[in-house]
């Protein structure tokens, strides 16, 4: 049978991969439960306000994300991050520092203590540690100093994962900074080692800037959509279920000779009847968190000086909120002149609690965090709207491994099967984006 892929979900990870089958020449329908493609991702644009709703940017991290939108640039544009907005900021002692760029700021910084600054001078010489296991909690004290995981890993945890260092395990959570220690001994060394390393041509093309796409990510989602054609994509997809049959996967009565699965584990277990209990255990206990998503707009920006990429809140100052981020500082057109657009997250598996209250309780407690923080006397915003994500983000733990193997089990089982999203390969825009561009380059190869 001439190769026929389908494909179960139509976010991010899922259309990517449609795309380049269909590019390929190779015959593909893909197949999403609810009446729009692109998943989590949208963008609404209301009385001058352009919000986001789930992630909100992206990273250039790696050369499939660039090759995407150099394939997609007759159907929409990239936007980088503006240059004002390079600088992160962390709150603690009840204001906002800057987190450091550079030798000096990184000494004078208030965010760490004076022995840990000291303590980073021996990093490159402490010995790699020998537990592929060990949590980022530890990690981080064992090279840098507790007050670096306080002030600067915690939040930044919180800001891509919303997540707890004491239970995500670096080895799947970040393998490259992982790596940085197993491959070259230190975190230091080996960035230092990396940066003078020869570079490849497409080495050359990744810049790590952060970026979206003008008139929101939406327009990403709608470029590939058109590319793969409405023919080729059903929605409304209730109770779909794939079964298996002398090789052949069986979708909606038509025949397959592959299935990619982009879903997330509840819906890998309604959808795939053939997959047994034992088969999915080990993929079923995946962790997520859930994030409750804030748009909140100022046609009048009267708050602190907003020109920087955003703020991220560490667990150890007890507040309600993860961090904010300066949508309309970060990239062009996203308020009213003078105005400003704030993205505030709140939840994640250290305050699940909020995730359940009341829509007015959390806006409250959102608005007495975000007056403090931002040095408004009244708070009146013109925009503000709450989006709720049970399963928003994966958890990488110890499990991951057991999660992995169930995986690459599977797929051996039941040939032309990809199990596929964020329950392996990474959590971020650029990590979907890399694992259907492989697994497009598999099926067609």
Same mark, same amino acid.
């Given at each position: 049978? #001439?190769k026929?892929?389908?494909?179960i979900?139509?976010?991010?990870?899922?259309?990517?991969?449609?795309f380049?089958?269909?590019?390929?020449?190779?015959d593909v329908?893909?197949?999403?439960?609810q009446?729009?493609?692109?998943g989590?991702?949208?963008?609404?644009?209301e009385n001058?306000?352009?919000?986001?709703? =789930?992630?909100?940017?992206?990273?250039?991290? /790696?050369?499939e994300?660039?090759?995407? +939108?150099?394939?997609l640039?007759?159907?929409?544009?990239?936007?980088?991050?503006?240059?004002?907005?390079?600088?992160r900021?962390?709150w603690? /002692? /009840?204001?906002?520092?800057?987190?450091?760029?550079?030798?000096?700021?990184?000494?004078?910084?208030p965010?760490?203590?004076?022995?840990?600054?000291i @303590?980073?001078?021996?990093e490159?010489?402490?010995?790699?540690?020998?537990?592929?296991?060990?949590?980022?909690?530890?990690?981080v004290?064992?090279?840098l100093?507790?007050?670096?995981?306080?002030?600067?890993?915690?939040?930044?945890?919180?800001?891509?994962?919303?997540?707890?260092?004491?239970?995500?395990i670096?080895?799947?959570?970040?393998?490259?900074?992982? /790596?940085?220690? #197993?491959e070259?001994?230190?975190?230091?060394?080996?960035a230092?080692?990396?940066?003078?390393?020869?570079?490849?041509?497409d080495d050359?093309k990744?810049?790590?800037?952060?970026?979206?796409?003008?008139?929101?990510?939406?327009?990403?989602?709608?470029?590939?959509?058109?590319?793969i054609? !409405?023919e080729?994509?059903?929605?409304?997809?209730?109770?779909l279920?794939?079964?298996?049959e002398?090789?052949l +996967?069986?979708v909606?009565?038509?025949?397959?000779?592959?299935?990619?699965?982009?879903?997330?584990?509840q819906?890998i277990?309604?959808?795939?009847?053939f997959l047994g209990?034992e088969?999915?255990?080990?993929?079923?206990?995946l962790k997520?968190?859930?994030?409750? !998503?804030?748009a909140?707009?100022f046609?009048?920006?009267?708050?602190n000086?907003i020109?920087?990429?955003?703020?991220?809140?560490?667990?150890k100052e007890?507040?309600?909120?993860l961090?904010?981020?300066?949508?309309?500082?970060? +990239?062009?057109?996203?308020?009213p002149?003078? =105005?400003a657009?704030?993205?505030?997250f709140?939840?994640?598996?250290?305050? !699940?609690d909020?995730f359940?209250?009341?829509?007015d309780?959390?806006?409250?407690?959102?608005?007495?965090?975000?007056q403090?923080?931002? =040095?408004?006397?009244?708070?009146?915003?013109?925009? +503000?709207?709450?989006?709720?994500?049970?399963?928003?983000?994966?958890?990488y733990?110890?499990?991951?491994?057991?999660?992995?193997?169930?995986v690459?089990?599977? #797929?051996?089982?039941?040939?032309?099967?990809?199990?596929?999203?964020?329950?392996?390969?990474?959590?971020?825009?650029a990590? @979907?984006?890399k694992?259907?561009?492989?697994?497009?380059? #598999?099926?067609?190869?």
């Amino acid at each position: 049978m #001439q190769k026929k892929v389908a494909i179960i979900g139509a976010g991010i990870t899922g259309l990517v991969t449609a795309f380049y089958l269909k590019k390929n020449g190779v015959d593909v329908k893909v197949f999403e439960k609810q009446n729009r493609v692109g998943g989590v991702i949208n963008s609404f644009s209301e009385n001058g306000f352009i919000f986001e709703t =789930g992630p909100n940017s992206g990273v250039l991290s /790696n050369i499939e994300t660039v090759n995407l +939108f150099n394939d997609l640039s007759d159907y929409c544009e990239i936007e980088e991050a503006d240059e004002t907005s390079k600088k992160r900021l962390i709150w603690k /002692n /009840n204001k906002w520092n800057a987190l450091p760029s550079g030798l000096f700021t990184a000494i004078s910084t208030p965010l760490f203590t004076f022995s840990d600054k000291i @303590r980073v001078l021996g990093e490159p010489f402490r010995k790699k540690g020998t537990n592929p296991h060990e949590n980022l909690s530890d990690m981080v004290k064992r090279r840098l100093g507790k007050s670096f995981l306080d002030y600067a890993i915690d939040p930044f945890i919180s800001g891509i994962y919303a997540g707890n260092t004491d239970y995500l395990i670096p080895k799947y959570a970040l393998p490259k900074l992982y /790596n940085l220690e #197993q491959e070259y001994g230190s975190f230091i060394k080996g960035a230092i080692k990396k940066q003078k390393e020869p570079k490849t041509e497409d080495d050359k093309k990744i810049t790590k800037e952060v970026f979206s796409v003008k008139g929101g990510l939406v327009e990403l989602i709608n470029a590939l959509a058109k590319n793969i054609g !409405e023919e080729n994509i059903k929605t409304n997809c209730n109770n779909l279920e794939v079964k298996f049959e002398d090789n052949l +996967f069986i979708v909606d009565n038509e025949k397959y000779t592959n299935v990619v699965s982009t879903v997330n584990t509840q819906a890998i277990k309604e959808v795939f009847s053939f997959l047994g209990e034992e088969e999915l255990k080990n993929i079923l206990n995946l962790k997520y968190a859930k994030v409750v !998503e804030a748009a909140i707009g100022f046609n009048n920006w009267e708050g602190n000086d907003i020109k920087a990429f955003g703020g991220l809140v560490p667990g150890k100052e007890k507040k309600n909120i993860l961090g904010v981020l300066f949508m309309s500082s970060i +990239f062009e057109n996203r308020a009213p002149k003078n =105005g400003a657009l704030l993205t505030v997250f709140a939840g994640g598996t250290k305050r !699940e609690d909020l995730f359940n209250l009341p829509e007015d309780e959390l806006k409250e407690l959102i608005k007495k965090d975000l007056q403090e923080m931002m =040095g408004l006397k009244t708070f009146k915003p013109d925009l +503000f709207k709450l989006f709720y994500y049970e399963k928003a983000i994966a958890q990488y733990g110890v499990d991951t491994k057991e999660r992995i193997s169930a995986v690459n089990n599977i #797929q051996d089982k039941y040939k032309g099967l990809f199990l596929a999203g964020s329950i392996v390969n990474g959590v971020g825009i650029a990590d @979907r984006i890399k694992q259907a561009t492989d697994i497009a380059k #598999q099926i067609c190869s």
